[in-house]
């Protein structure tokens, strides 16, 4: 039988590098992993990031139904066609997103508190005004409600900026802010040659 004998200070550092090795999970969530542990991108939340995401599903849902009006829509400037696929094709998987992080939470909107879910949301009026616009009058009138919807989604993601602890809400927040500011601009230069 072969015996492998190391010095006891070197057996004292492999035990420790082994120990540490198995702790390690590469988060900075501060949470230490366990069997039950959510995934370290849900584990570290607070109300904000709650307050942010419940009703952003619920704003995103309604910047999807604006954008499938207008893409149903025939005589539609190119250039707002373009624009609806865009924000239909951003926003669709950000709410699959931050579904997943509702759930894993375990939120509802009876707990949630802080934030306004109307924030730059269109009424059943605004809705129905747009889906019975035609020509460049649906055109204008998607632009100009779509400003208003994004200005209200940049100023839920400041809050989350603000006052949020969860790293991809927190993440999600900023491209959402830089996106729909890009896209505010994008719109303004189209109604400008309307």
């Given amino acids: 039988m ?10 004292g550092v492999i035990a420790a590098a082994l ?5 390690s999970t590469g988060s900075t969530t501060g949470t230490p992993p366990t069997a039950s542990a ?11 990031d709650v307050s942010f995401a419940m009703p952003m599903v619920d704003h995103h849902k309604q910047a999807i139904t604006m954008a499938e009006t207008m ?12 624009l609806a696929q865009k924000i239909k094709a951003a926003q669709a998987p950000e709410i699959t997103m931050m579904d997943s992080w509702v759930a894993a939470w375990g939120a509802t909107k009876d707990n949630m508190s802080g934030m306004d879910m109307s924030t730059g949301s269109m009424s059943d009026a605004d809705m129905a005004a747009l889906d ?10 998607f632009l100009q409600q779509m400003i208003q ?9 400041t809050v989350e900026l603000k006052s949020g602890q969860n790293p991809d809400a927190r993440d999600l927040a900023t491209k959402i802010s830089a996106d729909q500011t890009a ?8 109604l400008a040659t309307l």
């Fill in 19 to 23: 120990v540490l090795s198995a702790c």
């Fill in 132 to 141: 019975s616009a035609t020509g460049p009058a649906a055109d204008k009138l």
């Fill in 38 to 48: 959510p995934a370290a991108s849900t584990a570290v939340f607070n109300d904000t």
């Fill in 183 to 190: 896209q505010i601009a994008e719109m303004q230069a189209i």
């Fill in 149 to 157: 919807h994004h200005q209200g989604a940049i100023a839920m993601a």
């Fill in 71 to 82: 893409l149903a829509k025939t005589g539609v400037d190119p250039r707002v066609t373009s």
């Fill in 2 to 11: 072969f015996s492998l004998r190391l010095p006891l200070a070197t057996t």
